[in-house]
């Protein structure tokens, strides 16, 4: 399969690995870092430990074929510039798989690609983009796909059947605008916190005080997103986000990578649209609200 991964950072460059085992990968990415692949390739250290010769561009145009399946790994703020651009190499058999964090990315995608051509990566892998070339696996973690419509089934197992052929443990959803509220919530409730507090994940439950306030976070997120006709439990969710904190004890969540570097973050994509929400269906979004006041 001809993939293009566009977003070539941590886990964009990550994924871009895997793939690359059977199928075509081009990852698009920073100056510094195609650069560096190029000359040295991509090198992953922790959990996987290689160093591999990709292709790797700066800008879209330079792929001179019609992916089978372009995934976009920008952060949520440059989705639509970034689908924007991959029109120039993009055709109606392009099926777009978002692989992002954030609750707004497929209103952005579906402004340029049809509904039945997209589709959703959902995973808790860890990784942190060390410098130019390098990136950590730092964690093992969950992967889910899905759909928006049901009759790309057949793409979909192709996906599924594809990425566990390379590494990458994964199933096929059910119900995958839930598994994206459900990751939203699990994000607003550990990501902001860790940037803010400045620690890795592991530490807002070894701190008593961070974990009541994870708690708090996610009844709110949860009560916010029952309010959308989302039909989870607060009793399920904080099981699933204590679930991930443990999971990734040792990792530095994305945010709180941005947030250190001084580069923009995420919040607007996930606190600030459950803030949103409340607002739209008058629920309490206190705790939301002061984490997007902060940053």
């Given at each position: ?11 964009g460059?990550l ?19 195609v ?68 609750l ?7 402004k ?9 990566c ?52 059910k ?29 807002l ?18 009560n ?15 099981k ?12 530095y ?43």
């Amino acid at each position: 399969m001809n993939i293009v991964v566009l977003g070539s950072g941590a886990i964009g460059s990550l994924f871009g690995y895997f793939l690359s085992k059977e199928n075509n990968v081009v990852l698009i990415g920073r100056k510094n870092h195609v650069n560096e692949i190029k000359q040295s390739g991509l090198n992953i250290k922790g959990e996987t430990n290689a160093n591999v010769k990709l292709s790797a561009f700066e800008k879209v145009e330079d792929v001179k074929f019609i992916p089978d399946l372009l995934i976009l790994a920008v952060k949520s703020y440059d989705t639509e510039n970034s689908i924007r651009q991959a029109e120039k190499i993009i055709d109606e058999n392009t099926f777009v798989m978002s692989l992002q964090n954030g609750l707004d990315n497929v209103d952005k995608i579906e402004k340029y690609v049809p509904r039945k051509n997209i589709s959703i990566c959902i995973t808790t892998h860890g990784v942190v983009f060390s410098k130019p070339g390098f990136i950590q696996h730092t964690g093992v973690g969950k992967t889910v796909v899905g759909t928006l419509e049901n009759n790309n089934n057949q793409f979909i197992k192709k996906i599924a059947k594809m990425l566990n052929k390379s590494g990458v443990k994964t199933t096929i959803s059910k119900n995958i605008i839930e598994d994206i509220w459900v990751k939203a919530i699990v994000n607003s409730s550990i990501n902001p916190l860790t940037a803010i507090f400045n620690c890795k994940n592991g530490y807002l439950l070894e701190n008593p005080v961070l974990e009541k306030i994870v708690e708090k976070i996610c009844m709110e997120s949860t009560n916010i997103a029952n309010s959308c006709k989302i039909n989870v439990s607060y009793d399920d969710m904080i099981k699933k986000t204590k679930e991930v904190i443990s999971d990734t004890s040792n990792n530095y969540s994305s945010m709180h990578q941005s947030f250190n570097y001084g580069k923009k973050t995420e919040i607007d994509s996930i606190n600030k649209i459950f803030v949103q929400k409340a607002e739209e269906n008058n629920v309490d979004c206190m705790l939301n609200k002061i984490i997007v006041d902060f940053f």
